[in-house]
């Protein structure tokens, strides 16, 4: 299966501010995904990053907030604009594995303060 | 959409018994169930998964099975270990495995 690899592994970043995470993977892939997940929840979908098109993003998230860029077939950011506490969260890019689910990224660990 | 509702949130054991965790669905037309565990500081893996033209699959310690007419699937751990630790997500999904509906999280603990 692909390997992922996610950066930065954690920040720590002012209110008001931007972030920018990055996942590179080993292979080839049509589609990525972007996922939060909040202290002590589950996986929340964020939004799926198609290379050569813009990102489809699920209810509650706008990409004014979420900006998403594709690149390649290898590679894609996902920005958190504007930071404000709330957004403090696990960030976590994945691929799908054919027909088999999906393979994380290690994820970042974002704190805002 | 589809609601995915996972019990328990939490589960201690003692090392050698069994663990079993549960999870329903509520679209007929989800048929791919993965589990994956989450160890600390790391993503989600997947450790196994059925599709709803199976009733029950098995991986060494594990296994899962899957009552498309109840719409549950559980997630069966024998002989644990210390190193089954971690928190285990089950999830829903139709066809399409790029979008998986997750479930809330069990954190499983084995007491050596």
């Known amino acids: 299966s692909a390997v992922i690899s996610q950066k930065p592994s954690r920040d720590i970043c002012q209110r008001g501010t931007s972030l920018t995470i990055q996942c590179q993977v080993d292979?080839?892939?049509?589609?990525m995904f972007w996922y939060r997940q909040q202290p002590g929840q589950s996986l929340t979908l964020i939004a799926t990053a198609n290379q050569g098109s813009e990102a489809t993003y699920e209810s509650g998230f706008v990409i004014d907030k979420f900006p998403i860029s594709r690149p390649n077939l290898t590679f894609s950011t996902l920005t958190v604009s504007n930071m404000s506490p709330e957004d403090s969260s696990i960030y976590l890019c994945?691929?799908?594995?054919?027909?088999?689910?999906?393979?994380f990224g290690s994820g970042t660990r974002l704190t805002v303060v | 959409g589809e609601n995915v509702e996972q019990h328990p949130s939490t589960l201690s054991v003692q090392e050698g018994d069994s663990a079993v965790i549960k999870c329903t669905y509520s679209?007929?037309?989800?048929?791919?169930f993965p589990w994956y565990k989450q160890e600390l500081g790391k993503g989600p893996q997947l450790i196994i998964d059925?599709?709803?033209?199976?009733g029950e699959k098995k991986d060494q310690r594990i296994a899962v099975t899957l009552n498309k007419t109840a719409k549950h699937f559980s997630l069966h751990i024998t002989e644990t270990q210390p190193e089954d630790s971690a928190v285990y997500f089950c999830?829903?999904?139709?066809?399409?495995?790029?979008?998986?509906?997750f479930g809330d999280g069990t954190t499983l603990t084995v007491k050596p």
């Open positions: 999830a829903a999904s139709k066809g399409d495995a790029g979008k998986s509906t």
């Open positions: 292979s080839q892939v049509t589609m």
């Open positions: 059925i599709r709803s033209n199976v």
């Open positions: 994945s691929v799908a594995r054919g027909d088999y689910g999906y393979t």
């Open positions: 679209d007929s037309a989800s048929n791919y």
